[in-house]
Nanobody
Framework: QVQLVESGGGLVQAGGSLRLSCAAS????????MTWFRQGSGKEREFVAA????????YSGESVKGRFTISRDNAKNTVYLQMNSLKVEDTAVYYC??????????????????WGQGTQVTVSS
């Protein structure tokens, strides 16, 4: 069982930065790939970034490449999303998620079993 709690969202001006955190419970955190998704108002859930269980492999969605960086600290049971050069279109609720099985990393929302409650990111012009 994995429980996820996101934090770090807020209101920021375009061009600014935010760092989101996702704290996970459970001693098996270090065996799960972790993924960030986002969902804007009236939009479908979108893949943002993923990181392997060891942290050695990362993946980013096309819309955030070069601006967002995913990382993890297994000693702290936490995964991060550093968001730079934010745009108005980045406004969304951001969720961290984990798949049903360990030693898996996925960019597909349907592959996820565990979800956090989400944190709102609002980028103003």
């Amino acid at each position: 069982q994995v429980q996820l709690v996101e934090s770090g969202g807020g209101l920021v001006q375009a061009g600014g930065s935010l760092r989101l955190s996702c704290a996970a419970s459970g001693r098996t955190f270090s065996t799960y790939g972790m993924t960030w998704f986002r969902q804007g108002s009236g939009k479908e859930r979108e893949f943002v970034a993923a990181v392997s269980w060891s942290g050695t492999m990362t993946y980013s969605g096309e819309s955030v490449k070069g601006r967002f960086t995913i990382s993890r600290d297994n000693a702290k049971n936490t995964v991060y999303l550093q968001m730079n050069s934010l745009k108005v279109e980045d406004t969304a609720v951001y969720y961290c998620a984990a798949p049903s099985l360990p030693y898996r990393v996925s960019t597909v929302a349907d592959s996820m079993l565990y979800w956090g409650q989400g944190t709102q990111v609002t980028v103003s012009s």
